[in-house]
């Protein structure tokens, strides 16, 4: 005797591709986006406000001195001639030699 076979596949045999979600609509999600950053960029301006430490006007001064003496630094930085130090360093070495020496009684 033989057995009847089956023709037709087995449920959990068959391959099915993966369903991929669908694509949401194009508009929806940058007007969110926009949003989210203004409500976030509104809420920070506020909390800064109102943690500040100095008001506006200390804040500004401190800021502009400590940018003064950055600038300062920098164009020290740029204008150094790295020979013109090695003549002053030269120099004041020489002359701290010669101050010695005056000082130092003849010992003949």
């Known amino acids: 005797m033989t057995e009847p076979t089956n023709l037709e596949p087995d449920a959990a045999v068959v391959d099915e591709a993966p369903s991929v979600p669908a694509a949401p609509a194009p508009g929806l999600p940058w007007g ?4 989210g950053l203004a409500v976030g960029w509104l809420v920070g301006v506020v909390i800064g406000i109102l943690r500040a430490p100095r008001s506006g006007e200390q804040t500004i001064a401190m800021l502009a001195e ?7 630094q920098v164009q020290k930085q740029i204008r150094r001639d790295p ?4 003549i002053e360093e030269g ?3 020489a002359q701290e030699r010669l101050a010695g020496r005056k000082a130092e009684p003849d010992a003949e």
């Open 32 to 35: 969110a986006f926009w949003f």
């Open 66 to 72: 400590q940018g003064g003496e950055i600038a300062l």
């Open 83 to 86: 020979v013109q130090e090695a």
């Open 91 to 93: 120099k004041e070495i």
